[in-house]
Nanobody, 122 residues
Framework: VQLQASGGGLVQAGGSLRLSCLGSGRTFSSAMGWFRQAPGTEREFVAAISWIGGSTYYTDSVKGRFTISRDNAKNTVYLQMNSLKPEDTAVYYC?????????????????WGQGTLVTVSS
């Protein structure tokens, strides 16, 4: 079972990036989430989406700028990030939850990807 995150990179403030998270080894019939961790800080919740995709949840700092979506046929979750700010700089991790409902708590996620670095320059 593996989650492979990709799409990170260097972008100027105000720019956009689209992260992808491909699941392999099993079909992830669960909620999926994105977390991030900046140097010297704890991992923080960014966004989550339910199994069917009807429910999403975002941390306040990214509301209106980030959009989480999923394509279950492709076993892939996306995070569209617009209007990026320097404070969005972090390693972004995707994760598969234990259940089908959105959750913000890291301990309720069963599988984690390896992370992809997003750097936003001012």
């Amino acid at each position: 079972v593996q989650l492979q995150a990709s799409g990170g990179g260097l972008v100027q403030a105000g720019g956009s990036l689209r992260l992808s998270c491909l699941g392999s080894g099993r079909t992830f019939s669960s909620a999926m989430g994105w977390f991030r961790q900046a140097p010297g800080t704890e991992r923080e919740f960014v966004a989550a989406i339910s199994w069917i995709g009807g429910s999403t949840y975002y941390t306040d700092s990214v509301k209106g700028r980030f959009t989480i979506s999923r394509d279950n046929a492709k076993n892939t979750v996306y995070l569209q990030m617009n209007s990026l700010k320097p404070e969005d700089t972090a390693v972004y991790y995707c994760a598969a939850a234990l259940g089908m409902k959105v959750t913000t708590t890291p301990v309720e996620y069963e599988y984690w990807g390896q992370g992809t670095l997003v750097t936003v320059s001012s």
